[in-house]
């Protein structure tokens, strides 16, 4: 998984920025689950071989290091909503499902909906054609788990 995320010309927003991190942090996890290198070799080369001057290299980081140091307690925390055992799911739609379950648990500052869609677009870009509803379908039940009060708050303002 070599892939770039393709840029648009001009300064990008934030938005942009924080979407070029999670498409690094994506391919970085991959290549962390398939070929078994530590994140901080993985980081370092990500870091030479890759454009990220309109990436937000902190998030890059902090998701790369947040779920390979947290892997497994992300993975328990959807397990119960899986349809078939976790070694059995493709190690892209493994790493979409854990950088969405670590935003949905650790990055409260990012709204529920904003952290599913992002992982649902990684999805859609990076896994198999239908993963992205898998994926979609396994963040919204943690969500309703982890983030019952701010689901229950936009519901009310709705």
Do not use: C
């Amino acid at each position: 998984m070599s892939e770039s995320t393709p840029r648009k010309k001009g300064k990008p927003n934030l938005t942009e920025m924080r979407r070029s991190a999670r498409s690094f942090a994506l391919q970085a996890l991959y290549q962390w689950s398939v070929a078994g290198q530590s994140a901080n070799e993985i980081e370092a080369q990500f870091r030479v071989d890759n454009d990220m001057s309109t990436t937000d290299v902190q998030l890059f980081s902090e998701l790369l290091r947040g779920v390979t140091a947290g892997s497994k307690d992300l993975d328990e925390a959807y397990r119960p909503f899986l349809d078939r055992p976790l070694t059995d799911l493709d190690p892209v739609e493994l790493s979409v499902l854990r950088i969405g379950a670590y935003e949905l648990i650790h990055r409260l500052q990012v709204p529920y909906r904003v952290a599913i869609n992002e992982s649902v677009d990684l999805a859609k870009i990076f896994g198999a054609t239908e993963s992205h509803k898998y994926v979609n379908g396994i963040l919204d039940k943690l969500a309703q788990r982890v983030r019952a009060a701010e689901i229950r708050a936009r519901r009310a303002a709705d």
